[in-house]
């Protein structure tokens, strides 16, 4: 796909649904000397360390390329489900933080969840790579779109038309990053993902904010479903209120309407 393409089909995307942010393409790199030129690691950029899903407020608000190593990230959970860890058993540590701060009813609970999300292995990537989907000089892994419900209706309305299939959720409440970041890459299907407790303090991400999230390669063919799906009885963002009736009022307002003879 060219970087013409992406240009057009990000800004297609952003206009029919009316989007606030970006949306994010992201790579998973084998290394981290493959950041791009000019990519901003928070490590060394700002002097910080954060969490990913601050890395996706940066790509998707400020329109930033952001690279994400071991070093850069400071997120525990998130370090141990995107292999950043050295955990001998990352689904036995998330576990034990989920018991330890009360997410969990037991440990038996605890590590059920836990076993149940999706991650890379201890070394599996060196890097996470992160740009506005319409600056994004790579082939992305992952896209990621976040939206109000009613415009992630739509991106699931389009891929049910592409592909005939209904979009999975896996909804835990916290760590979605692996969800919305991972999953699709891992599963090569999208994700709706309600954005985790963390993500709503350290990234900003708003109460009326989900997230569609889905594998890069069918970018061109989810922007070609799109203003297609729903086009007989005229769908789109935002929805059009129904008109074609007679509002029916309070007594009060009929009663007054007589006297002065409108109605």
Known sequence: MTETNYLEAAKFIRDDLRLKTFPVAVKFLKDKADFPEKTRRPSMAMGKRIAICQGL???????????????????????????????????????????????????????????????????????????PLEKASFEPDTIVIYGNPAQVMRLTQAWSYLTGE??????????ECDECLIAPFKTQSPRVVIPGHGERIF????????VFAFPGKFLLELTRALPEVGKAIGARYPLTPYQNFQPDFPKPHKDLGKELGIL
């Open 166 to 175: 209904r979009v999975s959720g896996h909804f835990g409440g916290k760590v």
């Open 203 to 210: 990234a900003a991400t708003q109460d009326d904010e989900l």
């Open 57 to 131: 407020t940066m790509a998707r608000n400020y329109g930033w390329t952001v690279g994400l190593a071991k070093e850069d990230v400071i997120c525990v959970p998130a370090a141990i489900v995107f292999g950043f860890s050295g955990s001998a058993d990352q689904t036995k540590s998330l576990a034990r933080l989920f018991c330890k701060i009360n997410f969990a009813g037991s440990d038996d609970l605890a590590q059920q969840e836990t076993s149940s999300m999706c991650r890379f292995a201890n070394g599996e990537i060196d890097g996470i790579l992160m740009a």
